[in-house]
């Protein structure tokens, strides 16, 4: 084996050729939304480490719980124990979650959450005696995670590309275009084709997919509200759920507590994770309506729902997740939330440049489209040099800060991104 390509080290990093990888900035401590690094550089975070850490680094309240939970327990197995933590945390799960979204089950990652949703729509079927019904529909430009089922379900070939030959074909339909606020006129044909899809494809279909209002990893697209609420009926119509994975628009990041508060629509299935735990601990939750939770109850115990992770109600990850909550409550979260959003319109109005296509933003969310992603190549060291740190990915730089940063840094975030510009 040439020794060259020995890989010199032990630490495999995510998304990133090994080979030729740049330096990266080693954290030693953080604090609010500031990083500090080994050689002494202070980094104003505008991504809240993909979009988890939303009450910001080293939050004593949340630090309490995490260690007076740790000085009880920090962890038994759910499959035939329980623990309040868990209890807890499910019973506010299904106070805040629209609808009768009732049944949380937790696991331990987003994508694995997603997966859980997945089979609870296709054996809601099969335990009605329906076991035709395993396809799921999703969208164009979505990302669901990186495990198998949800890259299926995912239209990103930079995350999947590599497994093309073997993931199986799936049915998915174009995402609205015109954003929030889009025109009648230009939710009609997407409306049109998913009706279409779903009549064509409903007798093999259990579910169809959606990261409602706003997709993230697969391109920052904002679309209507009143999208979903068509989908609602047509999915209603043909005995097909209606799945959104809330992984990275739930908690505020919209401008409200869940995506799905925008519309009148109520999902069978949402799927929670990332900010749910403020980026303590990696944990989600898949949590079922009343009707698809009672298709699981019956004398036999093949209808069960046969999963179980590890971790799942990990008790620390349950206590920091509730108090999370709490702090979300009891802060007026909302309220920040919207002043950032200001804050990111009025200094997104000054940059401009030929390179950028599009500037688009939602909530605690901006986003600035490029046309080629060589524009976004040196922006990572561009902003280091400058005291932020901020990952473009592909042609998409965006700031999706923790809701408890000052104007200050803030605006100095903002200011970066329009210096690179001009
Ligand atoms: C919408 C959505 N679903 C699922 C996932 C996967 O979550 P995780 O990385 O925790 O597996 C992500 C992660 O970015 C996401 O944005």
Not at 390 to 409: G, H, K, N, T, W
């Amino acid at each position: 084996m040439d020794s060259s390509l020995t890989p010199p080290e032990n630490l495999w990093y995510p998304y990133v050729q090994m080979k030729n990888r740049p330096e990266y900035p080693e954290i030693v401590r953080a604090e609010g939304c500031i990083l500090f690094t080994r050689d002494g550089r202070e980094l104003i975070d505008g991504i809240s480490s993909w979009w988890s850490v939303i009450h910001g680094y080293n939050h004593p309240a949340l630090n309490k719980v995490l260690v007076d939970q740790a000085n009880r327990f920090s962890h038994v197995m759910l499959g035939g124990l329980t623990h309040q933590p868990a209890q807890l945390l499910a019973a506010k799960l299904a106070e805040i979650c629209p609808g009768d979204l009732n049944h949380v089950f937790f696991s331990d990652s987003g994508s694995v959450a997603v997966e859980v949703a997945v089979k609870m729509a296709i054996q809601f079927h099969r335990n009605q005696g329906n076991s035709e019904k395993r396809r799921i529909i999703s969208l164009s430009g979505a990302y669901h995670g990186d495990t198998f089922k949800t890259m299926e379900l995912g239209d990103d070939s930079d995350f999947t590309g590599a497994f093309s030959h073997v993931l199986p074909d799936t049915v998915r339909v174009n995402v609205p275009k015109g954003g929030y606020n889009a025109e009648e006129a230009d939710l009609k044909s997407p409306i049109a084709e998913l009706q279409d899809t779903v009549v064509r494809h409903h007798p093999q279909t259990a579910a169809l997919i959606v990261e409602p209002i706003l997709q993230c990893a697969g391109g920052f697209r904002i679309y209507s509200p009143a999208y979903l609420d068509a989908a609602r009926e047509i999915c209603d119509r043909h005995n097909v759920l209606l799945i959104y994975d809330e992984v990275a628009t739930g908690f505020g990041r919209t401008g409200r507590l869940f995506a799905a508060n925008h519309a009148n629509a109520v999902p069978d299935i949402m799927v929670i994770g990332k900010a749910l735990t403020a980026g303590y601990l990696g944990h989600a939750a898949t949590i079922a309506s009343n009707k698809v939770y009672r298709a699981f109850l019956s004398n036999e115990s093949s209808k069960a729902l046969m999963h179980g992770p590890t971790y799942m109600g990990n008790p620390l990850a349950c206590a920091v997740a509730f108090e999370g909550i709490r702090l979300f409550q009891e802060e007026n979260y909302l309220e920040k939330i919207n002043h950032i959003h200001q804050l990111i319109v009025q200094e997104f109005e000054k940059i401009c440049s030929e390179k950028i296509v599009e500037k688009r933003a939602i909530g605690g969310m901006g986003v600035i489209e490029v046309k080629s992603s060589a524009t976004l190549s040196n922006f990572r060291s561009f902003a280091i040099e400058r005291g932020v740190w901020i990952r473009p990915f592909a042609s998409y730089l965006y700031v999706m800060p923790a809701y408890v940063i000052s104007d200050e840094q803030l605006l100095k975030i903002l200011r970066v991104m329009r210096e690179f510009f001009d």
